[in-house]
Nanobody
Framework: QVQLVESGGGLVQSGGSLRLSCEAS????????MGWYRQAPGKQRELVAE???????KYADSVQGRFTVSRDNSKNTVALQMNNLKPEDTAVYYC???????????????WGQGTQVTVSS
Protein backbone atom coordinates (compact mmCIF):
# COMPACT_ATOMS: atom_id res chain seq x y z
CA GLN A 1 0.00 0.00 0.00
CA VAL A 2 1.26 3.46 -0.89
CA GLN A 3 1.00 6.36 1.53
CA LEU A 4 1.11 9.91 0.25
CA VAL A 5 1.97 12.83 2.51
CA GLU A 6 1.34 16.34 1.23
CA SER A 7 2.70 19.67 2.37
CA GLY A 8 2.18 23.23 1.27
CA GLY A 9 -1.05 24.96 0.48
CA GLY A 10 -2.64 27.82 2.34
CA LEU A 11 -4.06 31.25 1.65
CA VAL A 12 -2.64 33.56 -0.98
CA GLN A 13 -3.77 36.65 -2.83
CA SER A 14 -4.65 36.62 -6.49
CA GLY A 15 -1.48 36.70 -8.58
CA GLY A 16 0.57 35.05 -5.87
CA SER A 17 2.40 31.73 -5.80
CA LEU A 18 2.33 28.53 -3.78
CA ARG A 19 4.21 25.27 -3.91
CA LEU A 20 2.76 21.88 -3.03
CA SER A 21 4.92 18.87 -2.26
CA CYS A 22 4.10 15.20 -1.84
CA GLU A 23 6.14 12.17 -0.82
CA ALA A 24 5.12 8.59 -1.51
CA SER A 25 6.18 5.72 0.71
CA UNK A 26 5.29 2.16 1.55
CA UNK A 27 4.92 0.65 -1.89
CA UNK A 28 7.11 -2.23 -3.00
CA UNK A 29 6.61 -1.45 -6.65
CA UNK A 30 7.42 1.43 -8.94
CA UNK A 31 4.94 4.25 -9.37
CA UNK A 32 4.14 5.04 -12.97
CA UNK A 33 2.40 8.39 -12.68
CA MET A 34 2.36 11.06 -10.00
CA GLY A 35 0.44 14.25 -9.99
CA TRP A 36 -2.19 16.52 -8.53
CA TYR A 37 -5.96 16.70 -8.70
CA ARG A 38 -8.26 19.28 -7.15
CA GLN A 39 -11.83 19.50 -6.02
CA ALA A 40 -13.72 22.72 -5.49
CA PRO A 41 -16.97 22.85 -3.48
CA GLY A 42 -19.84 21.43 -5.48
CA LYS A 43 -17.59 20.25 -8.29
CA GLN A 44 -16.04 16.96 -9.32
CA ARG A 45 -12.41 16.17 -8.71
CA GLU A 46 -10.35 17.13 -11.74
CA LEU A 47 -6.84 16.57 -12.97
CA VAL A 48 -4.51 19.52 -12.51
CA ALA A 49 -1.19 18.06 -13.66
CA GLU A 50 0.61 14.74 -13.80
CA UNK A 51 4.03 13.45 -14.73
CA UNK A 52 5.29 9.99 -15.57
CA UNK A 53 8.61 8.38 -14.77
CA UNK A 54 10.07 9.64 -18.05
CA UNK A 55 9.15 13.23 -17.27
CA UNK A 56 6.24 13.49 -19.67
CA UNK A 57 3.70 15.96 -18.31
CA LYS A 58 0.02 16.64 -18.76
CA TYR A 59 -1.80 19.77 -17.61
CA ALA A 60 -5.36 20.95 -17.40
CA ASP A 61 -5.99 23.74 -19.91
CA SER A 62 -6.92 26.10 -17.10
CA VAL A 63 -3.46 25.89 -15.49
CA GLN A 64 -1.25 25.54 -18.55
CA GLY A 65 1.52 28.12 -18.43
CA ARG A 66 0.94 28.94 -14.77
CA PHE A 67 1.58 25.64 -12.97
CA THR A 68 4.60 23.38 -13.23
CA VAL A 69 4.71 19.78 -12.04
CA SER A 70 8.04 18.13 -11.25
CA ARG A 71 9.12 14.79 -9.91
CA ASP A 72 12.13 13.16 -8.26
CA ASN A 73 11.92 9.46 -9.09
CA SER A 74 14.73 8.54 -6.69
CA LYS A 75 12.83 10.05 -3.76
CA ASN A 76 9.29 9.28 -4.95
CA THR A 77 8.30 12.91 -4.58
CA VAL A 78 6.20 15.19 -6.73
CA ALA A 79 5.80 18.94 -6.52
CA LEU A 80 3.45 21.50 -8.00
CA GLN A 81 4.64 25.06 -8.42
CA MET A 82 1.63 27.33 -8.81
CA ASN A 83 2.18 30.85 -10.11
CA ASN A 84 -0.22 33.64 -10.97
CA LEU A 85 -2.91 32.04 -8.88
CA LYS A 86 -6.52 32.99 -9.48
CA PRO A 87 -9.58 32.79 -7.22
CA GLU A 88 -10.91 29.98 -9.41
CA ASP A 89 -7.89 27.89 -8.37
CA THR A 90 -9.37 27.68 -4.89
CA ALA A 91 -9.90 24.01 -4.05
CA VAL A 92 -8.65 21.06 -2.04
CA TYR A 93 -5.62 19.69 -3.86
CA TYR A 94 -4.93 15.95 -3.72
CA CYS A 95 -1.66 14.23 -4.45
CA UNK A 96 -2.06 11.19 -6.68
CA UNK A 97 0.15 8.22 -7.45
CA UNK A 98 -0.83 5.58 -9.95
CA UNK A 99 0.26 2.20 -11.21
CA UNK A 100 -0.70 1.56 -14.80
CA UNK A 101 -1.46 -1.89 -16.17
CA UNK A 102 -1.65 -1.02 -19.84
CA UNK A 103 -2.34 -4.53 -21.15
CA UNK A 104 -5.20 -4.91 -18.69
CA UNK A 105 -6.54 -1.40 -19.20
CA UNK A 106 -6.35 -0.91 -15.46
CA UNK A 107 -5.12 1.90 -13.26
CA UNK A 108 -4.59 1.67 -9.49
CA UNK A 109 -4.80 5.10 -7.84
CA UNK A 110 -3.52 6.18 -4.45
CA TRP A 111 -4.46 9.48 -2.82
CA GLY A 112 -3.15 11.90 -0.26
CA GLN A 113 -5.38 13.41 2.38
CA GLY A 114 -5.73 16.71 0.52
CA THR A 115 -4.52 20.22 1.25
CA GLN A 116 -6.54 23.41 0.99
CA VAL A 117 -5.51 26.15 -1.40
CA THR A 118 -7.44 29.40 -1.12
CA VAL A 119 -6.87 32.33 -3.44
CA SER A 120 -8.41 35.63 -2.42
CA SER A 121 -9.35 38.29 -4.96
Amino acid sequence: QVQLVESGGGLVQSGGSLRLSCEASGGKFSIDSMGWYRQAPGKQRELVAEINTGGRTKYADSVQGRFTVSRDNSKNTVALQMNNLKPEDTAVYYCNAARLFVMLGRRDDYWGQGTQVTVSS
